[in-house]
């Protein structure tokens, strides 16, 4: 009773307003001062001038507004009962067409309107109103019926149903007057009549605020398609040439950067000679996320290359362990033996996917396994029968550790290349040493340690390249290919100049010395005129600290790296 008392001063106060100022259209609603409520200004607040005929001819034409509008009641034709009973009122202002009016409007479910004109009528019906006729009901018990049916209809309450996309996003409504309700996308809001603020939200979204005015007893519904919050994707692939899709859709070659919806998302990378890598990768609202990675290279098999050393290598084992009768029949037959066990020993006994590197190493494993045997038992022997089998049992034992090693340690190709050819230049220089300064005629137990040397150091320094660099069998290969140049170009270069530096040198020595020198060089230029063709492994980076001092304090400048 209290709200709809406050109610009927507001529409008191519009009524007594409208003497006083030109009248609004019917469509207007005017703006009481209370929350979230507003009044609509009536058709009968905007009636039309009476026209100029006789009070007779006037309530002839009301009576006929009030008939047809009572009549298109019964019908059902609400919106047309309206019409005809407004236009009675504004000819004939009784107060109980307001009542009829509103009625129609409750119908027609249209309750702000309904409230509107039955609150008119309690304020119209006359104190001492009595009953028009012994069947007519009493005014004052109509009035209280009404009063109690506006109360009734206030009650109702708008329902408010917002989708969105994605779905389950928060949904607020509220007002001046602060929360009205809450709920999630796709449940149905109940409120009371009025203006509310509907915010609506989801994780990783823009939010969204929106004013909807909700009427008594009406259903609404809402669609709303959020906005994605974005984040920074940064994309570095190496090599450069690798091309970059993002869910299918070519982004970029090399590198990629873009702001994105947060989601998650699968990139793909794919270059020539590399495997395809594909990533699901998860793009964070407001943030950056960096994804750097290199794509490994297709992988190539080395069973043809590892069946060719089978044979050799098997012959030469079979004839090294021969060698030791000092049969020549013995030898030859070792040798033939030893290459067809060594073929068919490799095809059945490795897998047929061998993988190159794991190939590669087995080769030179057991190459340098054969050297080392050589050389160390000529530090103890110069007898053929015991260094000739030195030999074969250090390629035999080479290529078992070779095999062991890049199978289990996934070796790439161009690490083993590398290690090949340190152990390579290393047992030329030790060997070219020796030469040079004589030994192995003279002191062979001498030459057999610089050869040992020389391959120890050069091993190492193999293994310690393919920890920083990530060398491949090409660049490998050109500066093994620089190698044997410079040492053709020292044995040219010798023998042009040879009599200008004949005089106290021998002819093995002054070779020696040429071909120590031109493999130097020839290893030198070669590796600086391939030195953009690989990617190092180091990384330097510049570091700024602040570093205390017995003054206060200083900053400091330097490098960094990881390795």
């Known amino acids: 009773m209290r709200v709809w008392a406050t109610v009927l001063v507001a529409i008191t106060a519009s009524i007594v307003g409208t003497t006083a100022r030109a009248q609004p259209s019917a469509s207007e609603k005017v703006d009481t001062g209370f929350i979230g409520k ?85 304020m119209k019906v006359p104190k001492d109103a009595k009953r028009a006729n012994s069947c007519a009901p009493d005014p004052q018990d109509e009035k209280r019926n009404v009063i109690a049916r506006i109360e009734v209809l206030g009650r109702l309450k708008a329902k408010i149903l917002v989708n969105t996309d994605p779905p389950n996003a928060h949904i607020t409504l509220a007002n001046d007057a602060g929360l009205a309700n809450r709920g999630v996308s796709g449940q149905e809001l109940e409120v009371l009549g009025g203006r509310y603020q509907v915010l609506i939200e989801a994780d990783g979204y823009h939010p969204i605020t929106q004013e909807i005015r909700a009427e008594i007893g009406k259903p609404y519904t809402i669609f709303t398609k959020l906005e994605p919050l974005k984040g920074r994707l940064r994309v570095r692939v190496v090599p450069a040439d690798t091309r970059l899709f993002l869910d299918k859709r070519q982004v970029g070659t090399g590198s990629f950067e873009s702001e994105l919806p947060g989601g998650r998302y699968t990139l793909s990378a794919e270059a020539p000679d590399r495997l395809t890598v594909s990533r699901e990768i998860e793009v964070i609202a407001n943030r950056d996320t960096p994804v750097s990675f290199e794509l490994p290279p297709e992988p190539k098999f080395g069973r043809t290359q590892l069946l060719i050393y089978g044979a050799v290598g098997g ?56 050297t080392i045997g050589g050389a160390t038992s000529v530090l103890f022997t110069q007898d053929p029968r015991i260094i000739s089998p030195a030999i074969g049992g250090g390629l035999v034992l080479g290529a078992a550790v070779g095999y062991y090693a890049g199978d289990k340690l996934h070796i790439r190709p161009g690490d083993a290349a590398v290690i090949n050819s340190g152990a390579l230049w290393g047992t030329a220089t030790g060997a070219l040493f020796g030469a040079s300064f004589q030994v192995f005629s003279d002191n062979p ?68 010395n040429y071909m120590l020198g031109g493999m130097v060089g020839g290893l030198i230029i070669a590796g600086v005129l391939t030195r953009n063709m690989d990617v190092p492994k180091l990384s330097v980076a510049p570091v700024m600290n602040k570093a205390t001092t017995p003054t206060g304090s200083t900053t400091t400048f330097g490098v960094a790296y990881t390795f």
């Open 315 to 370: 012959g030469a084992i079979a004839g090294t362990i021969a060698g030791a009768s000092s049969n020549t029949v013995a030898i030859a037959s070792g040798i033939g033996g030893g290459a067809v066990a060594g073929f068919f020993g490799t095809y059945f006994g490795t897998p047929r996917n061998i993988a190159l590197g794991t190939s590669s190493l087995t080769i030179t494993s057991s190459l340098i396994g054969g």
């Open 38 to 122: 507003d009044v609509q200004v009536l058709e009968i607040d905007d009636c039309p001038a009476p026209a100029a005929v006789p009070a007779d001819e006037l309530r002839r034409r009301g009576s006929e507004h009030f008939e047809r509008g009572e009549t298109l009641y019964v019908q059902g034709d609400y919106k047309g009962a309206v019409k005809e009973l407004v236009a009675a009122y504004c000819i004939s202002p009784f107060y109980t067409i307001l009542k009829d009016i509103g009625q129609a409007y409750e119908r027609e479910l249209d309750y702000e309107k309904a409230i509107a004109y039955l609150s008119r009528f309690v």
């Open 445 to 512: 137990q001498i030459g057999g340690g610089l050869v040992l040397s020389g391959l120890g150091m050069g091993t190492l320094a193999g293994v310690l390249a393919t920890r920083y660099f990530n060398v491949s069998r090409t660049r490998a290969a050109l500066i093994d290919v620089g190698g044997v140049v410079g040492l053709f170009v020292g044995i040219a270069t010798e023998s042009v100049i040879a009599q200008a530096q004949s005089a106290g040198m021998s002819e093995t020595e002054r070779t020696a």
